[in-house]
T-cell receptor, first 115, second 112 residues
Framework: EPEVTQTPSHQVTQMGQEVILRCVPISNHLYFYWYRQILGQKVEFLVSFYNNEISEKSEIFDDQFSVERPDGSNFTLKIRSTKLEDSAMYFC?????????????FGQGTRLTVV | KQEVTQIPAALSVPEGENLVLNCSFTDSAIYNLQWFRQDPGKGLTSLLLIQSSQREQTSGRLNASLDKSSGRSTLYIAASQPGDSATYLCAVITDSSYKLIFGSGTRLLVRP
């Protein structure tokens, strides 16, 4: 069964360092998303991406964040200069968005720890 | 601004019980509603998607209902099993950005 794949599963980085989180969405899907979940809190939307550009971003997604689809399969989230408060589980998701079918499929997540 | 609330926050039941998880949302103008399961430290597994024109969806022992006018959805789990122990999240899509707005989840423990 097709699935969304995220790497790495866990990343530890020092404050101020750049990190890139990688995702391979399901191959026939057209919409891609990043969400995050700080420990003990709700899953929060960060950004959606369609047709090689950002569709919407939340207020969390400031200038420190960027997304890219560098080739036909990967979808990346870059945090330029990490802060302690960026520590969270980051989830990539994708959906086919055919008609009213908006079902989103999530990856297993990358746990980012900023020290 | 859309807010999604789930009650109860936690639930512990003996194996075999039927149970209902509740989800409410403040803006009834939703596109769709999706239920997920999350195991500790893991990703989100999609359980059911209910389109705004539907009133319920079923998958195996799971049945989800949607009442848009009252801003509520329920997830019914029949004959619960210890393997059902997880956190159950509901999320709504309210606009053309297709972003999901999540509730805080119900943590379910099914005791053998």
């Amino acid at each position: 069964e097709p699935e969304v794949t995220q790497t790495p599963s866990h990343q530890v980085t020092q404050m101020g360092q750049e990190v890139i989180l990688r995702c391979v969405p399901i191959s026939n899907h057209l919409y891609f998303y990043w969400y995050r979940q700080i420990l003990g809190q709700k899953v929060e939307f960060l950004v959606s991406f369609y047709n090689n550009e950002i569709s919407e971003k939340s207020e969390i997604f400031d200038d420190q964040f960027s997304v890219e689809r560098p080739d036909g399969s990967n979808f990346t989230l870059k945090i330029r200069s990490t802060k302690l408060e960026d520590s969270a589980m980051y989830f990539c998701a994708s959906s086919v968005l055919s008609g009213v079918n908006t079902e989103a499929f999530f990856g297993q997540g990358t746990r980012l720890t900023v020290v | 601004k859309q807010e999604v609330t789930q009650i109860p926050a936690a639930l512990s039941v003996p194996e075999g019980e039927n149970l209902v998880l509740n989800c409410s949302f403040t803006d009834s103008a939703i596109y769709n509603l999706q239920w997920f399961r999350q195991d500790p430290g893991k990703g989100l597994t999609s359980l059911l998607l209910i389109q705004s024109s539907q009133r319920e969806q079923t998958s195996g022992r799971l049945n989800a209902s949607l009442d848009k006018s009252s801003g509520r959805s329920t997830l019914y789990i029949a004959a619960s099993q210890p393997g059902d122990s997880a956190t159950y999240l509901c999320a709504v899509i309210t606009d053309s950005s297709y972003k999901l707005i999540f509730g805080s989840g119900t943590r379910l423990l099914v005791r053998p």
